[in-house]
């Protein structure tokens, strides 16, 4: 288990996409502000290179969204842009 203290993924969301790549975890967990965070910088990040996405979370097998109330524009572009398995939220 790995684990990020909000302060640390505030500062650099991509943190946390790093970690679920590097360590190949099969869960994650967070509010839907951290997934639409996550997804703005990871779209900056794809914008500012002109590459595709560096990130897979294809291994992933359950990602919960949890403590408020979940979009599913927020949902589609987390699947789309970090190939999750959409049976996986």
């Known amino acids: 288990c790995y684990v990020a ?28 502000f951290a997934y639409a965070l996550l997804l703005k910088r990871v779209r900056q990040k794809m914008n500012d290179s002109k590459l595709v996405c560096s990130y897979d979370w294809s291994h992933v097998k359950r990602a919960v969204f949890g403590g408020e109330p979940t979009r599913g524009s927020v949902v589609r572009g987390i699947i789309s842009t970090l190939n999750m398995d959409p049976s996986c939220i």
Not at 7 to 30: E, H, R, S
Request: hydrophobic share 45%; glycine share 4%; with cysteine.
């Open 5 to 32: 203290s909000p302060i640390d993924f505030m500062q650099n969301p991509l943190l946390w996409a790093d970690m679920v790549q590097k360590f190949q975890a099969g869960f994650t967990c967070a509010p839907n």
